[in-house]
């Protein structure tokens, strides 16, 4: 954009107008006044909405967050709002898809604590964003997730859009599509959490949307650990299993998902049975009876442990070759009559043993 004496044009008389970023209507500037690079876009809103467009943006320049490409000027020029923002280099999630590949579901899980940060910040100082989507999410060379296009007349939308946004933008990142009528099938907790917050009947509290998002940026299934490892030693198996014994003693009630994808294992092999509402539990893993009953989770948890000791889960007739002192422990849980299982104080007994015994 040049003017008739062939000089770049400026914005307010202060920042040089350069090339453009990417396919999108974002430009390089710079800042002749602070001597920074900079990126600026035109407000392009009807006339009827400029007025808000300006309070928005007005708005946003005051947001300071870690994780949001912040506003740091809005100018008029050629009748129209301009803002200013903090360049930012990065590229966009929805680039990094398209170019290379769905992420994997930790580097995904990082981005969601990024921009969930962002959100939270923005909507305790009463800022709905209004346009959450790949394109506005920036991957920097560092590993940030920032969240740009604030700014924009949100139109009156609820801070609830913003996470059914972020769970899709999050679903793009992992199957390289949006969600459409119908999201990724999948009983891994990150495909569970995103299918929630997609419901039409709103996401989960912001909180568990949170802690699940911080467990899976950095722990990993417990069905990963054994497709990357193999079976796992019976003590550790053991240790498994007191971990989610410990959530089913906390729950007090049926919880009708203990699978191997939704336990998750951390960098020191402690383990957690998520807290999220599932979709149920994978055949091979549910109960002969399908009865709602803590009885039915802990033949889950003895289908589970089996699948962890001997890297399989259980068929009928299958052996145990390598459960050990394991194995008197998951023919207990396994049992085809309930009242022959153990209760969770009688497994936990017998899952200590294992422990002590270093599961030989």
Same mark, same amino acid.
């Given at each position: 954009?040049?003017?008739?004496?062939?000089?770049?044009?400026?914005?307010?008389?202060?920042?040089?107008?350069?090339?453009?970023?990417?396919?999108?209507? &974002?430009?390089?500037?710079?800042?002749?006044?602070? +001597?920074?690079?900079?990126?600026?876009?035109?407000?392009?809103?009807?006339?009827?909405?400029?007025?808000?467009?300006?309070?928005?943006?007005?708005?946003?320049?005051?947001?300071?967050?870690?994780?949001?490409?912040?506003?740091?000027?809005?100018?008029?020029?050629? +009748?129209?709002?301009?803002?200013?923002?903090?360049?930012? #280099?990065?590229?966009?999630?929805?680039?990094?898809?398209?170019?290379?590949?769905?992420?994997?579901?930790?580097?995904? /899980?990082?981005?969601?604590?990024?921009?969930?940060? $962002?959100?939270?910040?923005?909507?305790?100082?009463?800022?709905?964003?209004?346009?959450?989507?790949?394109?506005?999410? !920036?991957?920097?060379?560092?590993?940030? $997730?920032?969240?740009?296009?604030?700014?924009?007349?949100?139109?009156?939308?609820?801070?609830?859009?913003?996470?059914? #946004?972020?769970?899709?933008?999050?679903?793009?990142?992992?199957?390289?599509?949006?969600?459409?009528?119908?999201?990724?099938?999948?009983?891994?907790? @990150?495909?569970?959490?995103?299918?929630?917050?997609?419901?039409?009947?709103?996401?989960?509290?912001?909180?568990? &949307?949170?802690?699940?998002?911080?467990?899976?940026?950095?722990?990993?299934?417990?069905? *990963?650990?054994?497709?990357?490892?193999?079976?796992?030693?019976? /003590?550790?198996? *053991?240790?498994?299993?007191?971990?989610?014994?410990?959530?089913?003693?906390?729950?007090?009630? @049926?919880?009708?998902?203990?699978?191997?994808?939704?336990?998750?294992?951390?960098?020191?092999?402690? $383990?957690?049975?998520?807290?999220?509402?599932? #979709?149920?539990?994978?055949?091979?893993?549910?109960?002969?009876?399908?009865?709602?009953?803590?009885?039915?989770?802990?033949?889950?948890?003895? /289908?589970?442990? @089996?699948?962890?000791?001997?890297?399989?889960?259980?068929?009928?007739? $299958?052996? !145990?070759?390598? /459960?050990?002192?394991? *194995?008197?422990?998951?023919?207990?849980?396994?049992?085809?009559?309930? !009242?022959?299982?153990?209760?969770?104080?009688?497994?936990?007994?017998?899952?200590? *043993?294992?422990?002590?015994?270093?599961?030989?």
């Amino acid at each position: 954009m040049r003017s008739d004496m062939g000089e770049t044009k400026k914005l307010n008389g202060r920042y040089r107008l350069l090339n453009p970023l990417g396919t999108g209507s &974002v430009r390089l500037a710079f800042d002749e006044a602070e +001597h920074r690079d900079v990126a600026v876009r035109r407000l392009r809103v009807p006339p009827e909405l400029r007025d808000a467009a300006l309070f928005e943006a007005r708005r946003a320049a005051g947001l300071r967050h870690p994780f949001v490409v912040r506003v740091l000027d809005v100018v008029f020029e050629d +009748h129209a709002p301009w803002l200013v923002m903090e360049f930012v #280099s990065g590229t966009s999630l929805e680039q990094t898809v398209r170019s290379r590949r769905p992420l994997p579901v930790p580097q995904a /899980a990082r981005v969601g604590v990024c921009v969930l940060s $962002a959100l939270t910040a923005a909507h305790e100082a009463g800022i709905v964003h209004g346009r959450v989507d790949p394109g506005n999410v !920036l991957l920097t060379t560092t590993g940030r $997730a920032l969240l740009s296009g604030f700014g924009f007349p949100s139109l009156s939308m609820l801070p609830s859009a913003d996470l059914w #946004s972020l769970a899709a933008t999050l679903h793009y990142a992992v199957e390289g599509r949006p969600p459409g009528q119908v999201p990724a099938a999948g009983a891994d907790p @990150f495909r569970s959490l995103l299918r929630a917050m997609l419901h039409p009947s709103g996401p989960p509290p912001t909180e568990v &949307v949170r802690e699940t998002l911080d467990l899976l940026a950095v722990d990993r299934p417990l069905e *990963a650990v054994i497709e990357g490892s193999g079976p796992l030693p019976p /003590a550790q198996v *053991a240790a498994i299993g007191l971990a989610v014994l410990d959530r089913l003693a906390e729950l007090g009630e @049926f919880h009708g998902g203990v699978q191997p994808g939704n336990i998750l294992v951390d960098a020191d092999g402690r $383990a957690r049975l998520t807290p999220l509402p599932r #979709s149920g539990t994978l055949p091979a893993y549910t109960a002969p009876e399908g009865a709602v009953t803590q009885a039915a989770d802990l033949w889950s948890l003895g /289908a589970t442990l @089996f699948a962890a000791a001997e890297g399989r889960p259980p068929a009928p007739g $299958a052996s !145990l070759t390598r /459960a050990g002192t394991l *194995a008197p422990v998951l023919f207990r849980l396994l049992s085809g009559d309930p !009242l022959e299982r153990p209760t969770l104080d009688e497994a936990r007994l017998d899952l200590l *043993a294992v422990v002590e015994q270093g599961g030989t």
